[in-house]
T-cell receptor, first 113, second 116 residues
Framework: QKEVEQDPGPLSVPEGAIVSLNCTYS??????FMWYRQYSRKGPELLMY????GNKEDGRFTAQVDKSSKYISLFIRDSQPSDSATYLC?????????????FGAGTRLAVHP | NAGVTQTPKFRVLKTGQSMTLLCAQD?????MYWYRQDPGMGLRLIHY???????AKGEVPDGYNVSRLKKQNFLLGLESAAPSQTSVYFC???????????????FGPGTRLLVL
């Protein structure tokens, strides 16, 4: 079993839709939870991070963490074609002298006009 | 301020050939990482470095070697390339872990490697 599970999609939605992206994890030692966005043929870039259960909002994006269920989500409101990308969840725990970052496989999102 | 840069962008190798991927960062970061990204597998850590002159194994280190002779550079070497090493390779850097802001990993644009 992978430490982090993420549905690869693809997910196709119309412009303006609310998008929900999810990951589950098995390691209760994870302390930090992140979402990276990766455009085609580019490197991942950090979109949001949080370290506690609950919601964190940044513009059209909301990150949600439920540590009791080992479940994290990213919501995108009023989705735009420019949001079309692969979204990677990532989690970290201190291991071997550094904060080990474990990535989900990524969910490919397409927002069509 | 270029951030993290990687060379080359794309390379084709024959089985058994060797090559070195170069990563450079201009953010004065202590930590540097090499990942590979394969379909359905996400990003997997190959090797990492917590400072100049230090390296350590990650999740999938076999078949790769690394060196960090200068703080701003992190080299990934393939001594004898195999088709299983066909992948997209990403380098990343970060400050020392501490406050969350210091743990952010900044990624380069990637190197696409095809081993025939």
């Amino acid at each position: 079993q992978k430490e982090v599970e993420q549905d690869p999609g693809p997910l196709s939605v119309p412009e303006g839709a609310i998008v929900s992206l999810n990951c589950t994890y098995s390691n209760s030692a994870f302390q930090y939870f992140m979402w990276y966005r990766q455009y085609s043929r580019k490197g991942p870039e950090l979109l949001m991070y949080t370290y506690s259960s609950g919601n964190k909002e940044d513009g059209r994006f909301t990150a949600q963490v439920d540590k009791s269920s080992k479940y994290i989500s990213l919501f995108i409101r009023d989705s735009q074609p420019s949001d079309s990308a692969t979204y990677l969840c990532a989690m970290s725990a201190f291991s071997g002298g550094y904060n080990k970052l474990i990535f989900g496989a990524g969910t490919r999102l397409a927002v069509h006009p | 301020n270029a951030g993290v840069t990687q060379t080359p962008k794309f390379r084709v190798l024959k089985t058994g050939q060797s090559m070195t991927l170069l990563c450079a960062q201009d953010m004065n970061h202590e930590y540097m990482y090499w990942y590979r990204q394969d379909p359905g597998m996400g990003l997997r850590l190959i090797h990492y470095s917590v400072g100049e002159g230090t390296t350590a194994k990650g999740e999938v280190p076999d078949g790769y070697n690394v060196s960090r002779l200068k703080k701003q550079n992190f080299l990934l070497g393939l001594e004898s390339a195999a088709p299983s090493q066909t992948s997209v390779y990403f380098c990343a850097s970060s400050r020392k872990p501490g406050a969350m802001e210091e743990e952010t990993q900044y990624f380069g644009p990637g190197t696409r490697l095809l081993v025939l």
